[in-house]
T-cell receptor, first 115, second 113 residues
Framework: AQSVTQLDSQVPVFEEAPVELRCNYS??????LFWYVQYPNQGLQLLLK??????LVESINGFEAEFNKSQTSFHLRKPSVHISDTAEYFC?????????????FGKGTHLIIQP | EPEVTQTPSHQVTQMGQEVILRCVPI?????FYWYRQILGQKVEFLVS????????KSEIFDDQFSVERPDGSNFTLKIRSTKLEDSAMYFC???????????FGQGTRLTVV
């Protein structure tokens, strides 16, 4: 079984400041890692994913995350946030390889951008 | 851009009633999922469905729950006799391969009164 820990339930940040949202996972098998974002009154949207290869993955809107196997982490970062980044961010894992395994989610981090 | 659609967006039902939540996955996808999110809690996996059968299910997915793909386009979640604790946001998701991301719908908020 897998588990995901997002220690910060809320992260307030000033606009144009950098941000890091932390995610740690636990698993006895290899995993794929994901960050999903949920804007107010909307569904979950994939932000970025790590399946294999380069441990640094990027999204089209300036977010990046780095897979660190030794620290079992997949922290999400952005060098300069915008008001429109206000949302709930969920880290998720699933067992790698075939099979329709479900995602295991963290509790989410609410990113609050202050002007 | 293709998307997963869920209906209704909000459903209110009385305790003990049956409810069916409907989802239309992305058309070429083969893997289908239901998740739920109780208010203030994490998103939890319920069940995955592939090749017309359940592939995996969580402990939450007990005999009260069932899933069906009745016509090749819809994917439904039925709760047989709803309880107050079934109140949650229910998300449908689909994917075209097992080893890639799932695309989520907007969710159906189920309120059991």
């Amino acid at each position: 079984a897998q588990s995901v820990t997002q220690l910060d339930s809320q992260v307030p940040v000033f606009e144009e400041a950098p941000v890091e949202l932390r995610c740690n996972y636990s698993s006895s098998v290899s995993v794929y890692l994901f960050w999903y974002v949920q804007y107010p009154n909307q569904g979950l949207q994939l932000l970025l994913k790590y399946l294999s290869g380069s441990t640094l993955v990027e999204s089209i809107n300036g977010f990046e995350a780095e897979f660190n196997k030794s620290q079992t982490s997949f922290h999400l970062r952005k060098p300069s946030v915008h008001i429109s980044d206000t949302a709930e961010y969920f880290c998720a894992v699933r067992k790698s390889g075939g099979g329709a395994d479900g995602l295991t989610f963290g509790k989410g981090t609410h990113l609050i951008i202050q002007p | 851009e293709p998307e997963v659609t869920q209906t209704p967006s909000h459903q209110v039902t009385q305790m003990g009633q049956e409810v069916i939540l409907r989802c239309v996955p992305i058309s070429n996808h083969l893997y289908f999922y239901w998740y739920r999110q109780i208010l203030g809690q994490k998103v939890e996996f319920l069940v995955s469905f592939y090749n017309n059968e359940i592939s995996e299910k969580s402990e939450i997915f007990d005999d009260q729950f069932s899933v069906e793909r009745p016509d090749g386009s819809n994917f439904t979640l039925k709760i047989r006799s709803t309880k107050l604790e079934d109140s949650a946001m229910y998300f449908c998701a689909s994917g075209n391969r097992a080893d890639t991301e799932a695309f989520f719908g907007q969710g159906t908020r189920l309120t059991v009164v």
